[in-house]
């Protein structure tokens, strides 16, 4: 059975701290055993236009020039995961934005303890859209047959 190109696409960026730390491996362990598919991965420094571009809401927050340096103070690792409901999914798992009220269980809850929270994820299927083309290329996102997902998700969740 094919079921690629049928579920949708998000993202999620290991930040500076979560690279810094070492996290990107567990990172990616969350997603693929929540039952994700990894369909694009790499490491990248996020420029000065793109940071303004993703970030387009918090730019005349006073505490921007603090994210911005944060977030270009080293690579991030970007991932494009997909899934049924893969927004909500890698949000579930995420956490809360301020990792020390998320739940334990989660990404933040488990790994961080402020605002330096390891990762960035997709708020919305728009935005995660919007995200995908930003950080990916059409020939960065590999469509293959994640053959596990005949156990991951029941015959009427195929399709």
């Known amino acids: 059975m094919n079921f690629t190109g049928i579920y949708e696409k998000t993202i999620l960026i290991v930040k500076p701290d979560g690279v810094q730390r070492g996290l990107v491996g567990e990172v990616v362990r969350r997603l693929e055993i929540k039952g994700l ?62 990792a020390a009220k998320a739940d334990g269980g989660t990404m933040r809850g488990d790994l961080a303890m402020g605002m330096c929270n390891v990762v960035h994820c997709s708020d919305s299927i728009d935005s995660a859209k919007d995200e995908v083309a930003r950080f990916f290329e059409e020939s960065e996102i590999f469509d293959y047959n994640k053959t596990d997902y005949l156990h991951v998700y029941m015959d009427e969740e195929r399709s």
């Open 37 to 98: 598919k990894i369909v694009g991965l790499k490491m990248m420094i996020i420029n000065e236009d793109k940071l303004r571009e993703h970030y387009a809401h918090l730019v005349e927050k006073p505490f921007y020039l603090g994210l911005d340096k944060f977030m270009r103070s080293c690579p991030v690792a970007v991932i494009c995961a997909e899934g049924k409901g893969a927004v909500d999914a890698v949000r579930l798992i995420a956490g809360v934005t301020h």
